[in-house]
């Protein structure tokens, strides 16, 4: 179908070598899921397919994938770059397919007010479709998503119902700004034995948070200045939301201060810290219910270097505490919001006395 003016290009590049296993399996599931998604929701696009280095021994994509009669608003563009071409570039013999330039081939030969570059093997939420054609997008911006890496066996001739619904209940890992981290089947998070907290606390971390390091031998996440938690209490009495928190790497020890806010941007708790603290909230809590809170530091902390990740603390612990404290007012510590309650762990270092470190612990209740 020709088409001179589509709203999307979404380009992608491949040959068919069987590159990653399955390859023709993956490719004929997303090229038949793109083209009804853009009929269903009537999106004018075109999908450019870079044809890189082909096989002199296989035959070519177009022959070998499967096309409906009647593309709909989708036209398909093939652009093939032989393999003379290929063997100018340096490591050729090594490489048979360098994807991110074909990309960009397809990029300089897209006609669409708006390109997105791909991989074969992606389907498109309905979400996402909703957005692409909704009139939203503006130019000279761009755009991310989050991608759901989910099992192989997609049904290649199922519906795009079909296929949406399998990949709800067959995730592996969520590609996020923060980083790649395994999930559960189902989409729920899956927390490891080393990570920060564990899948039972009802606890998910959410955004601005980090996927788990190893820092010494205790796990560690780090966060950026304002980032998310979504709490959901277990039944029973859990105790304080217990975190354990430490300044990021940038900070240079300055003192930092550190809020709980709900979801109306109220301030329920505030402490100051420039050292590895270990802090307790009282949350509002229905056993069952969740509730959503953001870790908010300040001053706010800048990308540095070849790391983008705008790393203003890390949190070592994050669970539930039914300790003790006894009170103690600090002078300088400050607590704000209705009924709130703000407990601190604080844990020095003394040398070598007494085997190193000691903690000293207070309570701050206003």
Same mark, same amino acid.
């Given at each position: 179908?020709?088409?001179?003016?589509?709203?999307?290009?979404?380009?992608?590049?491949?040959?068919?070598?069987?590159?990653?296993?399955?390859?023709?399996?993956?490719?004929?599931?997303?090229?038949?899921?793109?083209?009804?998604?853009?009929?269903?929701?009537?999106?004018?696009?075109?999908?450019?397919?870079?044809?890189?280095?082909?096989?002199?021994?296989?035959?070519?994509?177009?022959?070998?994938?499967?096309?409906?009669?009647?593309?709909?608003?989708?036209?398909?563009?093939?652009?093939?770059?032989?393999?003379?071409?290929?063997?100018?570039?340096?490591?050729?013999?090594?490489?048979?397919?360098?994807?991110?330039?074909?990309?960009?081939?397809?990029i300089r030969r897209s006609r669409g007010r708006?390109?997105?570059?791909?991989?074969?093997?992606?389907?498109?939420?309905?979400?996402?479709?909703?957005?692409?054609?909704?009139?939203?997008?503006?130019?000279?911006?761009?755009?991310?998503?989050?991608?759901?890496?989910?099992?192989?066996?997609?049904?290649?001739?199922?519906?795009?119902?079909?296929?949406?619904?399998?990949?709800?209940?067959?995730?592996?890992?969520?590609?996020?700004?923060?980083?790649?981290?395994?999930?559960?089947?189902?989409?729920?998070?899956?927390?490891?034995?080393?990570?920060?907290?564990?899948?039972?606390?009802?606890?998910?971390?959410?955004?601005?948070?980090?996927?788990?390091?190893?820092?010494?031998?205790?796990?560690?996440?780090?966060a950026g200045t304002d980032a998310g938690i979504?709490?959901?209490?277990?039944?029973?009495?859990?105790?304080?939301?217990?975190?354990?928190?430490?300044?990021?790497?940038?900070?240079?020890?300055?003192?930092?201060?550190?809020?709980?806010? $709900?979801? +109306?941007?109220? &301030?329920?708790? *505030?402490? #100051? =810290?420039?050292?590895?603290?270990?802090?307790?909230?009282?949350?509002? %809590?229905?056993?069952?219910?969740?509730?959503?809170?953001?870790?908010?530091?300040?001053?706010?902390?800048?990308?540095?270097?070849?790391?983008?990740?705008?790393?203003?603390?890390?949190?070592?612990?994050?669970?539930?505490?039914?300790?003790?404290?006894?009170?103690?007012?600090?002078?300088?510590?400050?607590?704000?919001?209705? $009924?709130? +309650?703000?407990? &601190?762990?604080? *844990?020095? #270092? =003394?040398?070598?006395?007494?085997?190193?470190?000691?903690?000293?612990? %207070?309570?701050?209740?206003r």
């Open positions: 179908m020709a088409q001179s003016d589509p709203t999307l290009s979404v380009v992608v590049t491949s040959r068919n070598d069987d590159h990653g296993a399955t390859l023709l399996r993956r490719m004929q599931t997303f090229t038949n899921s793109f083209i009804e998604q853009c009929r269903r929701h009537q999106l004018a696009a075109e999908l450019i397919i870079v044809e890189w280095n082909p096989p002199a021994d296989r035959p070519r994509l177009a022959e070998v994938l499967h096309w409906p009669d009647d593309l709909g608003p989708c036209a398909v563009r093939i652009i093939e770059v032989p393999a003379d071409l290929h063997a100018t570039f340096d490591h050729a013999e090594a490489l048979p397919l360098f994807q991110m330039i074909g990309k960009n081939v397809g708006f390109v997105l570059a791909t991989n074969i093997d992606i389907l498109f939420s309905d979400e996402l479709m909703r957005f692409l054609v909704s009139g939203r997008l503006e130019t000279d911006v761009m755009y991310r998503v989050d991608r759901m890496d989910v099992m192989t066996h997609v049904p290649v001739d199922g519906s795009v119902d079909e296929q949406l619904a399998y990949c709800r209940s067959h995730f592996l890992r969520r590609n996020a700004r923060e980083g790649t981290v395994l999930i559960n089947p189902d989409g729920t998070p899956h927390y490891g034995a080393n990570d920060i907290l564990s899948a039972e606390s009802g606890i998910v971390l959410e955004r601005n948070i980090f996927p788990p390091e190893m820092l010494g031998d205790e796990p560690i996440r780090w979504l709490v959901t209490p277990p039944s029973g009495s859990p105790g304080r939301l217990t975190l354990e928190v430490t300044p990021g790497p940038r900070t240079e020890r300055q003192e930092m201060e550190l809020q709980l806010l $709900d979801e +109306a941007e109220t &301030v329920l708790a *505030r402490t #100051r =810290f420039r050292e590895r603290r270990r802090v307790m909230f009282d949350v509002p %809590r229905v056993a069952g219910q969740a509730s959503r809170f953001s870790l908010r530091v300040t001053p706010a902390i800048d990308p540095v270097g070849l790391d983008p990740r705008p790393i203003a603390f890390g949190i070592r612990h994050c669970g539930w505490s039914t300790d003790v404290i006894p009170p103690r007012l600090e002078e300088g510590d400050d607590v704000s919001g209705p $009924d709130a +309650a703000f407990y &601190v762990h604080l *844990r020095c #270092r =003394f040398g070598r006395l007494h085997g190193g470190r000691q903690r000293l612990r %207070r309570k701050i209740r």
